[in-house]
């Protein structure tokens, strides 16, 4: 059975995303590396759901130690317009890294079941990491399912957020301001 290191970017996302790559055969494994989430409570509550989630659903969760918020900073600021590149590369890139290291046969994101995600974006930039890495990306677009993710996770009472997890996507959520 080919395995697969999912990029969990919260509970909410993975729950659907995990059943679907079951279902296509694959042994998942969760990899929690969000550098980008702000504030640090905000951080650690959508982690400790993603603990539950995954204990629930019987799946390894590899945890990236530290809170590397000042690495996605260094990153995104003066190209906030850009932000979402930098830090889809700095998560995705990781997770390729922690893959190649653990001999996983591929790797993916819970991002790809999210409406509010720029599909086109972590489809070039995880192809460009494979690239790099030679793990290979799994790309599904599993955007219709996003509200059968968040039913499976309702009746688990898990955390759940109202923005991305940047500070610039909080600061859009409750302005009703896009940065541009």
């Known amino acids: 059975m080919k395995s697969v290191l999912l990029h969990a970017c919260c509970a909410h996302c993975a729950a659907y995303t995990i059943n679907h790559w079951r279902e296509q055969g694959y042994n998942i494994s969760a990899f929690w590396y969000n550098p980008n989430i702000h504030p640090y409570t905000e951080h650690e509550q959508r982690l400790e759901a993603m603990k539950a989630l995954t204990n629930q659903s019987k799946m390894p969760l590899i945890v990236s130690e530290g809170y590397e918020i000042i690495d996605y900073f260094r990153q995104v600021v003066g190209h906030e317009d850009q932000r979402c590149r930098h830090c889809f590369r700095m998560r995705l890139s ?76 909080e600061w859009e959520r409750y302005t009703n301001t896009k940065i541009e």
Do not use: N
């Not at 790099?132 to 499976?152: C, I, N, P």
């Open 94 to 169: 990781r997770t390729a890294r922690v893959a190649l290291e653990r001999h996983f046969d591929a790797f993916t994101t819970t991002l790809l079941i999210s409406p509010h995600q720029k599909h086109d974006l972590i489809r070039e930039i995880g192809a460009a990491i494979a690239g790099e890495t030679g793990v290979e990306f799994l790309y599904a677009d599993l955007r219709k399912r996003y509200s059968d993710s968040r039913h499976l996770t309702k009746p688990l009472d898990l955390y759940r957020q109202q923005y991305c997890g940047c500070v610039y996507s």
